[in-house]
């Protein structure tokens, strides 16, 4: 057997690894990093921070006296204050027992409420801080559509006759007017009532004068993204290529295509493609179940092949300022924070499927996927993930960040801490919980279809 048959598969698996840990560190760093700056700017002493675990590679010690090290499992991170006894912030008595009073004020147990309140939440905060400073850069470096469209570059299309322009201004299509998006209006009833054919009648504004061109389908079924783990990225359909037909049965938009694909109960479809270039192939895909959060709330279950769609043409953009930019990545921050909930709350009442939930091998895929989409692609996926893991340390369980936050909640309360029993005891239930639920995510990443 030719070994190099291998190499496509060991070039796929490689990026995959690549881009797991590359995303997982990014977000680890950034996290610790918050625990390790306000714990400082607090009074509290790190001594160590670490980015992964291990064997150390890499160390050296700054002139506050904090060891930063690089260890061989990257896989995570933490910072070791004084005081603590582990990782994981547990007390080392013994040390405490022989620090000076000075001193005592300088560890994590020893801080403090508000500083120990601060130091715990800043991890979480910091990964939604990063969330939004990506989604803000990416949003400002795209630019938003310009109002009225305007047409920017053509996209390659197996379409002949069209006349349509780059810098056009479309003021209607098939007499259909086009919405108002500052009013609030949107495409979605244009669409519908543009006719089922390859070239459409556009009115548009070209160098002053208002004159009629033959265009594309607006939205023609034409792939602009794939999505991780879907029938038709592993089908190894491409951004650009063109769905000209279904079954043998040709397809004109994307609507038509979507109506098919969610019509079949899953049976196979046999699509025929157009790839730029003017190569035309055929594939057979079965659409797989989907559970998609729901503007209003909920979820609802659709049959998908994992294909996002497109205007026929790059629409000409305009800047997007800071402040708009920042509005709309905090919007998109507290969308994945409201989604992820909503998923966790309808898989614990049996509403969707527990298959929604992935684990190391689910993320992993996921990372590699968006990375062969393009560097944007990525690291749109790294701000997700990066408020995934954020709302994930929320959580109310000992050992993760929210559990510490709800000890002292306790404390601020009652006006002691929880008995050092009681603590082992919740840490033990804790770390219990939190394996459970990574080993029920593996078990989901293997056995789930």
């Given at each position: 057997?030719?070994?190099?048959?291998?190499?496509?598969?060991?070039?796929?698996?490689?990026?995959?690894?690549?881009?797991?840990?590359?995303?997982?560190?990014?977000?680890?760093?950034?996290?610790?990093?918050?625990?390790?700056?306000?714990?400082?700017?607090?009074?509290?002493?790190?001594?160590?921070?670490?980015?992964?675990?291990?064997?150390?590679?890499?160390?050296?010690?700054?002139?506050?006296?904090?060891?930063?090290?690089?260890?061989?499992?990257?896989?995570?991170?933490?910072?070791?204050?004084?005081?603590?006894?582990?990782?994981?912030?547990?007390?080392?008595?013994?040390?405490?027992?022989?620090?000076?009073?000075?001193?005592?004020?300088?560890?994590?147990?020893?801080?403090?409420?508000?500083?120990?309140?601060?130091?715990?939440?800043?991890?979480?905060?910091?990964?939604?801080?990063?969330?939004?400073?990506?989604?803000?850069?990416?949003?400002?470096?795209?630019?938003?559509?310009?109002?009225?469209?305007?047409?920017?570059?053509?996209?390659?299309?197996?379409?002949?006759?069209?006349?349509?322009?780059?810098?056009?201004?479309?003021?209607?299509?098939?007499?259909?007017?086009?919405?108002?998006?500052?009013?609030?209006?949107?495409?979605?009833?244009?669409?519908?009532?543009l006719p089922r054919q390859a070239l459409?009648?556009?009115?548009?504004?070209?160098?002053?004068?208002?004159?009629?061109?033959?265009?594309?389908?607006?939205?023609?079924?034409?792939?602009?993204?794939?999505?991780?783990?879907?029938?038709?990225?592993?089908?190894?359909?491409?951004?650009?290529?063109?769905?000209?037909?279904?079954n043998g049965t040709p397809v004109m938009?994307?609507?038509?295509?979507?109506?098919?694909?969610?019509?079949?109960?899953?049976?196979?479809?046999?699509?025929?493609?157009?790839?730029?270039?003017?190569?035309?192939?055929?594939?057979?895909?079965?659409?797989?179940?989907?559970?998609?959060?729901?503007?209003?709330?909920?979820?609802?279950?659709?049959?998908?092949?994992?294909?996002?769609?497109?205007?026929?043409?790059?629409?000409?953009?305009?800047?997007?300022?800071?402040?708009?930019?920042?509005?709309?990545?905090?919007?998109?921050?507290?969308?994945?924070?409201?989604?992820?909930?909503?998923?966790?709350?309808?898989?614990?009442?049996?509403?969707?499927?527990?298959?929604?939930?992935?684990?190391?091998?689910?993320?992993?895929?996921?990372?590699?996927?968006?990375?062969?989409?393009?560097?944007?692609?990525f690291v749109w996926f790294i701000a997700?993930?990066?408020?995934?893991?954020?709302?994930?340390?929320?959580?109310?369980?000992?050992?993760?960040?929210?559990?510490?936050?709800?000890?002292?909640?306790?404390?601020?309360?009652?006006?002691?801490?929880?008995?050092?029993?009681?603590?082992?005891?919740?840490?033990?239930?804790?770390?219990?919980?939190?394996?459970?639920?990574?080993?029920?995510?593996?078990?989901?990443?293997?056995?789930?279809?």
């Open positions: 057997m030719d070994i190099l048959t291998f190499l496509p598969q060991f070039g796929n698996v490689f990026l995959t690894i690549l881009a797991f840990v590359v995303a997982l560190s990014v977000i680890v760093a950034v996290h610790e990093y918050g625990h390790y700056i306000v714990g400082r700017w607090s009074g509290i002493k790190a001594e160590v921070f670490s980015l992964g675990f291990g064997p150390v590679l890499f160390a050296r010690t700054d002139k506050h006296g904090t060891r930063w090290q690089l260890a061989a499992l990257p896989f995570g991170g933490f910072v070791k204050f004084l005081g603590d006894a582990d990782a994981a912030s547990g007390k080392d008595g013994a040390a405490m027992a022989a620090l000076p009073p000075e001193r005592l004020r300088q560890t994590m147990h020893g801080a403090p409420l508000w500083a120990r309140t601060a130091t715990v939440a800043a991890g979480p905060v910091f990964n939604f801080i990063l969330s939004i400073l990506i989604f803000s850069a990416v949003m400002m470096s795209g630019g938003k559509t310009a109002d009225p469209l305007t047409v920017g570059a053509l996209k390659p299309l197996p379409v002949e006759g069209i006349t349509l322009e780059p810098g056009d201004r479309v003021l209607s299509i098939e007499g259909q007017s086009l919405p108002d998006v500052a009013a609030g209006e949107v495409y979605d009833d244009l669409i519908d009532a459409l009648r556009y009115e548009v504004e070209r160098a002053g004068s208002r004159v009629t061109a033959a265009g594309p389908q607006l939205m023609p079924p034409l792939i602009s993204g794939l999505a991780p783990q879907s029938a038709a990225f592993d089908a190894d359909l491409q951004p650009g290529d063109v769905i000209t037909a279904i938009a994307f609507e038509e295509l979507k109506d098919v694909v969610e019509g079949s109960n899953g049976a196979p479809l046999a699509l025929t493609l157009w790839r730029a270039g003017g190569e035309t192939y055929e594939v057979n895909i079965t659409p797989r179940r989907v559970d998609e959060p729901q503007p209003e709330g909920g979820f609802r279950t659709e049959w998908r092949i994992g294909i996002a769609g497109g205007m026929a043409f790059e629409p000409a953009t305009e800047r997007l300022g800071p402040v708009e930019a920042v509005g709309n990545a905090v919007g998109q921050t507290g969308e994945i924070i409201q989604s992820s909930l909503s998923g966790l709350y309808h898989m614990i009442t049996g509403a969707i499927s527990s298959c929604n939930m992935s684990g190391p091998i689910g993320i992993a895929q996921v990372s590699g996927a968006m990375a062969s989409q393009g560097p944007e692609s997700v993930l990066s408020t995934a893991v954020g709302l994930l340390n929320l959580f109310p369980v000992p050992v993760l960040d929210g559990g510490h936050l709800v000890f002292y909640a306790y404390e601020a309360v009652s006006g002691r801490p929880p008995s050092e029993r009681a603590l082992r005891v919740l840490m033990t239930i804790g770390l219990t919980l939190v394996l459970s639920l990574m080993l029920f995510a593996l078990f989901n990443d293997i056995f789930c279809p």
